[in-house]
């Protein structure tokens, strides 16, 4: 569910409201006056709350879901309901879960906020924190003691900054939770909304982005790095992490303990990796990835949609593969290369 702190819930609504908002028939034998309180995961849902489930890698989590409700293609006909939930039949879930989501958390995707003064007298500012001019800090802030905020800074409603923090000039913080001793370079933008859309042939259509950014203790993030926000769960920089400048980091993304993150890497959404993990410059990484703990890839290796590397191993390549492997593939076409073309004669 989405956190209060950076939020408003326009809910609860009954069934049958969420019914008719979104445009398809309550579902027979459901009672429409049943509540719906507010939207989470299918992993995190429960009682009075609405997820979505589209198909494929998501199945097992469907089964086991909490959610009283829950939005459902079509064509998957008379499923058993997980756990008693209310299944809602509808022909995409993610366009719908779309409109649901705007009836909840209508401004969810302002990409402003607009206050009458540079700090909001709601804000609490701890002992010896340094603020350069320019400085914007939105209502229910929290800044630790001992933190330095350079000029034209700009942090967002709710937003937690702990102890002993740098943030360089023209940072912008949002939708986020920042742990002790974090070092922010200029130009980061944290907390902004994930690249979540519902595609279709009449276009595509934004699904709120409704999670937030944990950033743990003693992280660096490299100048104008960019870190989006969760859909509905929580991206999550893991404490002692180092990231490089230029570097892009999808929503819903795990990144684990003290791992390296080098220029210009880009990791999508909903990818998980390990402690100790190292990604060379401009590595890409598709959605719903794993990698295992202290794996460590080559500059500009490549893993494919929903890849699984296994831990404590060097990777290379596009698709990713073991190093070894990788070099010996390499030889391989070298040596096809360079082998001499026959003769009419021979």
Known sequence: ????????????????????????????????????????????????????????????????TAAAFCLVPAKLGRAVPPAGAVLIPCASPPHVFAAVANMFYPDASLAIWLQDRAIDPTAEIGENVNLAPGVVIGPGVQVGSGTRIGPNVAIGRGVAIGRDCEIGANVSISHALIGDRVTILPGAQIGSPGFGFANGETGHTKIPQLGRVIVQDGVEIGACTAIDRGALADTVIGEGTKIDNLVQIGHNVH????????????????????????????????????????????????????????????????????????????????????????????
């Not at 950076?6 to 969420?18: E, H, I, K, M, T």
């Not at 990144?255 to 210009?264: A, E, F, K, P």
């Not at 494919?304 to 070099?327: C, F, H, R, S, T």
């Open 1 to 64: 569910m989405a956190d209060p702190r950076f939020y408003d819930n326009r809910g609860p609504f009954s069934l049958a409201q969420v019914c008719v908002g979104i445009g398809v028939p309550l579902p027979e034998g459901a009672e429409g006056s049943a509540v719906v309180y507010d939207l989470a995961t299918l992993g995190a849902a429960g009682r009075g709350q609405l997820s979505f489930f589209a198909g494929g890698r998501l199945s097992e989590d469907f089964s086991r």
């Open 255 to 346: 990144i684990g303990r003290h791992c390296i993150v080098v220029s210009q890497v880009g990791i999508s959404g909903s990818s998980i990796l390990g402690d100790f993990v190292v990604l060379g410059g401009q590595v890409g990484v598709s959605d719903h990835c794993k990698v295992g703990d202290h794996a460590r890839l080559g500059g500009r290796t490549a893993m494919i949609v929903a890849q699984e590397l296994e831990g404590g191993k060097d990777y290379a390549g596009a698709p990713a593969k073991p190093l070894m492997e990788w070099i010996r593939e390499l030889h391989a076409v070298a040596g096809l290369i360079k082998r001499p073309k026959r003769s009419e004669h021979d």
